[in-house]
T-cell receptor, first 112, second 108 residues
Framework: SAVISQKPSRDICQRGTSLTIQCQVDSQVTMMFWYRQQPGQSLTLIATANQGSEATYESGFVIDKFPISRPNLTFSTLTVSNLSPEDSSIYLC?????????FGSGTRLTVV | KNEVEQSPQNLTAQEGEFITINCSYS?????LHWLQQHPGGGIVSLFM???GKKKHGRLIATINIQEKHSSLHITASHPRDSAVYIC??????????FGQGTRLTINP
């Protein structure tokens, strides 16, 4: 399975600012997924990111709020824009089925 | 009703006890994952199974496709097993649908 390096591990951000989260994979993977885990909740899929095409967003998530880049097969970023306290969550990336759904270590975001 | 239901939501046990966490799902799946999440947030995949039983060390996972039910067992539990255990099913080609997780605490 692949190994994912996710950064930052945690951050505290002011309202109205943005945070960009990076995931670097040690293998070339076709699909990457971005998830949000709100406090006390399970994971919710934000979007699926394929290299060379626009990300596919799940219901309730929009590109203006959660822009995603996928410049190559080993890297992806998720930006959480115009932050509000409701965005305080853990954000995780993962690979897809061909690499055993390996997960990043998570980014714990606190918005103040 | 969630498509993936886990029970119990919280479980506290003494070191050495045999632990069982259950997962029921209501949708068609191609496979099922058991995941472990530690307090820092990172997630590790423990098992992926589509039939029968898998064993890794003190962990055993079983699945009954007809019953749409899976169990995760931990033998000789240890405080380091304390974590959130998440059941996730694979729908279609790739999408994971997650249960709400079971918070396990093992006391010494």
């Amino acid at each position: 399975s692949a190994v994912i390096s996710q950064k930052p591990s945690r951050d505290i951000c002011q309202r109205g600012t943005s945070l960009t989260i990076q995931c670097q994979v040690d293998s070339q993977v076709t699909m990457m997924f971005w998830y949000r885990q709100q406090p006390g909740q399970s994971l919710t899929l934000i979007a699926t990111a394929n290299q060379g095409s626009e990300a596919t967003y799940e219901s309730g998530f929009v590109i203006d709020k959660f822009p995603i880049s996928r410049p190559n097969l080993t890297f992806s970023t998720l930006t959480v824009s115009n932050l509000s306290p409701e965005d305080s969550s853990i954000y995780l990336c993962s690979t897809g089925p061909n690499y055993g759904y390996t997960f990043g270590s998570g980014t714990r975001l606190t918005v103040v | 009703k969630n498509e993936v239901e886990q029970s119990p939501q919280n479980l506290t046990a003494q070191e050495g006890e045999f632990i069982t966490i259950n997962c029921s799902y209501s949708v068609g799946i191609s496979a099922l994952h058991w995941l472990q999440q530690h307090p820092g947030g990172g997630i590790v995949s423990l098992f992926m199974l589509s039939s029968g039983k898998k064993k890794h060390g003190r962990l055993i996972a079983t699945i009954n496709i007809q019953e749409k039910h899976s169990s995760l067992h931990i033998t000789a539990s240890h405080p380091r097993d304390s974590a959130v255990y998440i059941c996730a099913v694979i729908q279609g080609a790739q999408k994971l649908v997650f249960g709400q997780g079971t918070r396990l605490t093992i006391n010494p």
